[in-house]
């Protein structure tokens, strides 16, 4: 327990296995860009997910507590860092699938996760769940008093049955691989109309089949392009008056737990992308002459370019594995940290990825290389999971007014 | 004669009347991008081309002096911001053939323009021309001396024929609406291979039909996915000896010339960009309350935001402005000024979009709304025309190591 | 009346003359820095002041129609161009003593003009005003409503005198060469507790001797080192009934109105130091070889910075002379565009001398060379006039949200 | 050993053990930058270093293997950032003096550091020393071939002693408390000028008493304004030959090694300003009004100015403590790193207290407040130490060109 930066003996493993089965299996998988509509591409990426379930990485990402193989966020990091460096949308599927899971995970009973995760456990099939938190209209608010809107979707007690009425979009493969829904929805809703949102929002799980769920149409997003973003209704959806998950008005708080962890990983996503990126760009500057003498890479204007983009992944990740840890121990900077992580990779990300296409030159403008690709997908990181103007600063901002607020806390856990 | 920023009454109707067509008919026509490939997408503008052609806009963009209507630079930055802002693919494809007819107004003879012009001037028909300098493999070093290969396309004078060889890309419209090739082609090509680049080097015209024109692929790009961005072969293809615009082995300074009114207007592109993303999120922000009480632009980080994206509007047209005159009145700065004005609104307005995005937040996200296009078109803008870090930048760099260089000459040209 | 942006045969003359002058006189004044004590280094700009008046340069600032010899603020910003390039202190003197006219010239009566001005049309002495807005405390809200303080200065009618009472600073040269107070003093202060804002504030004038202004000490500022920016109390200062500059109650909306013009000269306040730094850095770059072979100017990072600031200078020199004619020609988009010319000419002449720096290297961390300087003074430009982040973007905040907005006023002022 | 950010309990001790003596002694003697000349400045700042001797501060940043008490590079980075934060004049002092031994450190033999390292260990006096590597006329070059003149100081061997000719500047502290010398200078000389520089270039150890060392001039530094920062001659300086720090010859390769950890420390510098900066806006954002009615922390744009702030706090610190490590465990992505780590952190600095200016206001423009001076001081960080786009980033450039390049290297070194 000091300040150290060497991966254990295990981690590298995982490293180079996670490095490995993306190179093999993930990398050929991007070929289901390709295809013309969201629907199409996404369902083409269905052995490429199978083959994630089945070598066990999401069980790799699953806590030991739970079933699962991961012993904290800083293993997922290594993982992730691999895979979405190589393919985005799949990799995307598999962590929304986590993020899906986390409500369970972090809020639910013990019969709860007894219920609900053993699919997930199990190293076959292609299992899928979402987080159902953003609806159309827009989310940045959820935790608005009226008038505002907050969170439109609702839940009504009916006898033992919660009956759910809404909308919602931006949940990662929420309408399933058949259009029928996930295996599992954590779905945020408003189960108290009278009470303030701290107190009347709730986050129920809906289990597949469940009748209800409508799809209305998949969003042609910028990109991630073989990722399923759904819009979908939910049509008087009944399920147990047992199906909440954490406590009964709890939905927000719950939300924001759940969204830490994750904010942690948009930043090894921003990781990711960037690395590959910058291997892509430092191997063309090796080779390409662009009808000169030297490598282009001879050039100060390239060099010093390709420098500072190193500069901006090594930063990145240090940054990102610190929140990591932080959520791991339960560090009281935790949640400044994976917002930071989240808002500096996200942005950082995409200054690297335009300044890298610039190097390249007018090529990269051209789906035949990966960088258009790779920028694409960099897009979301701001705006995800929470963007970052309407939410993750304003996060910071309520930190930095309250009263107790130490600055220095996130610079030291002691030993204690 | 005195510092004037107010367009002149002519300058004006010319204005509204270019955004009257822009909204009438580009507007519509940007349906086009939804088409499964390029070519399709491409052919899908025709309509809207022609519409631009029985307009008179290709007219409005041919100097008085060559029987078109311009009176300059600046009029057709107005036309031209207008159009770009609704549909950048259609008016890529209209300032592509003014860039292909460039080399004939400023390098062709009176005979050369006088044959070569006149279907361009008719205000019917979908006439095309492109400006052939990109090859396949780079052309950022052109002007290399061996062993740097520069312009590999060869022109070798066979009796009173030249017989062109060579493979050029991103040549707007080259291949036509037919893969057949485009009314008229300007191709930079080495006529002299044992001559040094600055004498070596010429540019030859090819005009509809002409056999041994191969169309490999339309290129994927990122953006403008409506323009057509052609690979091609020069197989053989046979010209008369008198098809030299300017002199014979003058090619390298004839496209620097066609290349200095181009970068202003790759300038004015941005600011049409950053327009019509500007006014778009203005829009949302006044009336999106996304969950809240109120609509966002109440927030000071929205309201901010927008105010910096403003800024860079005013700041960057008032630039390109600037950068039009200098070439319009010959000014020594005018080369300067107009690598100023590409680069600066280049990357402006790369970052200004980016930002605009955040404002928005997950929803600019989904190509339902405009800024995911405008970003993509406008990552077009830093690497076209010569790309800011592998050619615009060098060529200040070359400017300012020049011992005669004044700094304050961009300053000021006074009246004589 | 077009786009223009070639400077009269007179401009060029004016421009031609303040460099002369600047070279001549400003240049050697500069030695005042080095003294050890603010006040010191004031009084010795005197002389170098001295010459400005008897050279006419205070009458060039002064309009046409009040008896001097400006033709418009482009005029204006053509001599202070030339001047505050050399030597900032004593340039912000002149421009500070402008300001403090400004509401008479602007707000005054022709009684007023005619009594007030004529010291300052002389060619002789060294006349100073001031415009005391600021207080200790802050006045970024100086409209605030209560309970907030914004202007805490009060005048109060006592028979046909306004007793004047409260404390200012960062007024340019209010204490005058000897402490005892500028020949005139323009003060916002509070003429009714009991009225909101916007009728309850006035500008008074205060005329040089005047007992009760006492002199508290001078700020010990980062930048602008021989400038003197005093703090001082006004203890009962007894001014006439018809003192009031412009309406009574109608202080903050004179004040505006003044510092519209002020904005748009902050602008060009950059333009000077970006180019003073600039030329110095070219000149370092090509006879400097820092131990190597070449000239660094040789290094394409050299040169691509040097390129960059280039850039910065031309893009911010043009939306100042843009935002000083709107002034001019009292256009509907002036405010605009006079804000958006001191946000972005400010910050960007910071960045840019920052970066100069690190052309230059550690030698220029050394006061022995110039660009510490010119950063210092740099420095001052996003705070005072407004400071952006607390004044300035606000403003535009506030435009942006009004119903009645149009984005495209500020790109056309057609003529008529 | 595992990716870990928790502070030992030593550590922790360690840290707010200098976070006391930070406030109590070094916070009072910032007084002594008010004082008018650079000298009389340094002079007043004895006292304080003597308390840091006092303190045992030097001997924590000596290695235990050398008879101090730092376990590595880590525990200094934890001790610098709480010094620097309060007084960066007096530690740079400090760490000058570190700096001045990592030749002896690093190069020297038992019985050289036996003998010159005693009067560094003690708690008692004012032991100084300085690295001599810049030279007037700049060293940015110091290893090019000639015609280049890379190092210009000679050494010649004349029997058994060495005599040093030469001129150095920039060197902390070099000429001591009474300019006849610190207590121990490592000079860069060539003592061969036929050969090669990586082959002719030598460090050599000059002890206290020695003739022939000339003070020229204190250099009137932007900041560190308490900080001696001399220019100086070497006249005929006579040492023995047995002097030589690491093997004759060998002085570039030795330099280069001491300045990998300066560099990652130049980062903790940044860190450390940033930290000053912060907490003191914060406190003033908190309980400011600027006349209005609320805090101004309670405006958006404040808030998130800060949290940005915060976001490259928190940035910096991880990739410099990544640094650290890597240079203590001998990572081969150690140089990499630390280079990493002083050219992010130095220009995070510089914009990030511009910024906080901004957010403070025209205020922070008056050396009352702290942020012009921990600005003026953040200034050099990117200068000194090997300015970053001079010497920084070419050392990147070159480690990207070489073939054996492995762009995953530093985002791993795994427990073996």
Redesign the interface.
């Known amino acids: ?9 295990r ?2 493993e995982l ?1 180079l296995q996670s490095r490995k089965f993306a190179r093999d299996v993930l990398s050929p998988a991007l070929e289901a860009e390709t295809l ?1 509509t969201a629907e199409e591409r996404f369902a083409a990426t269905k052995p490429a997910y199978e083959a994630l379930i089945a070598a066990g990485f999401l069980r790799k990402c699953i806590p030991l507590s739970a079933g699962g193989e991961s012993a904290g966020l ?1 293993d997922t990091a290594i993982v992730v860092e691999e895979l979405y460096s190589v393919n985005a949308s799949a990799t995307l599927t598999l962590i929304g699938t986590v993020l899906g899971l986390l409500p369970v995970l972090i809020g639910g009973t013990e019969q709860q996760r007894n219920r609900l995760l053993p699919r997930f456990l199990e190293q076959s099939a292609a299992p899928l769940a979402g987080f159902c938190a ?2 159309p ?6 935790g ?2 009226p ?6 979707t609702t839940a009504t007690l009916r006898g033992d049955r919660w009956i759910i009425d809404g909308r919602k979009s ?1 949940v990662s493969s929420a309408t399933g691989w058949d259009r029928k829904g996930a295996d599992l929805l954590s779905i945020l809703c408003r189960t108290d109309s009278d009470a303030p949102p701290e107190r009347g929002i709730s986050i129920l799980v809906v289990e597949r089949p469940a009748s209800g769920l409508v799809f209305e149409r998949a ?5 991630h392009r073989a990722h399923l973003l759904p819009e979908f209704n939910l049509r008087a959806v009944s399920v147990s008056r047992d199906n909440v998950l954490g406590s009964v008005g709890g939905g927000l708080a719950l939300t924001g737990a759940c969204f830490t962890g994750a904010a942690a990983l948009v930043g090894i996503f921003a990781v990711a992308l960037m ?1 590959a990126a ?2 892509f760009t ?1 191997g063309f500057a ?1 080779t ?6 030297h490598p ?13 983009a ?2 901006a992944i ?6 990102c ?2 929140a990591c ?2 959520v791991d ?1 339960q560090s009281p900077a935790a949640q ?2 994976a917002i ?1 992580a989240k ?2 990779g996200s942005e950082t990300a ?1 200054r690297v990825l ?1 300044d890298l ?3 390249v ?8 290389l990966p960088l ?1 690709r790779l ?2 997908d960099a ?2 990181l ?3 999971g929470g ?4 939410v993750r ?2 996060q ?2 309520a930190m ?2 309250h ?1 107790d ?1 130490d ?1 220095l806390t ?6 204690v």
């Not at 008038?147 to 439109?152: K, N, T």
């Not at 030159?361 to 035949?368: K, L, T, V």
Request: aromatic share 6%; proline share 5%.
């Open positions: 327990m000091a300040i150290d930066f060497r991966l254990t003996a981690q590298r490293q013309p800083i953003t609806e209209g827009g989310s940045a608010n959820a608005s008093p008038p505002g809107e907050g969170v439109r931006w969003i042609d997003a910028v990109g690395r910058f291997e430092l090796r390409e002459r662009r009808g000169g003498i282009i890479i001879e050039h100060q204007a390239v060099g010093y370019a390709l420098a500072d190193k500069i090594e930063t990145t990740r240090c940054l594995w610190r840890q932080a121990v400044e940290l930071e808002i500096h995409v335009t296409m610039r190097v030159g007018i090529e990269s403008y051209d789906h035949a258009g920028l694409q897009l979301a701001p705006l995800f963007g970052n103007i309407g600063r304003r910071l901002h930095l007014k009263p607020y600055p996130a610079s030291c856990e002691a030993e």
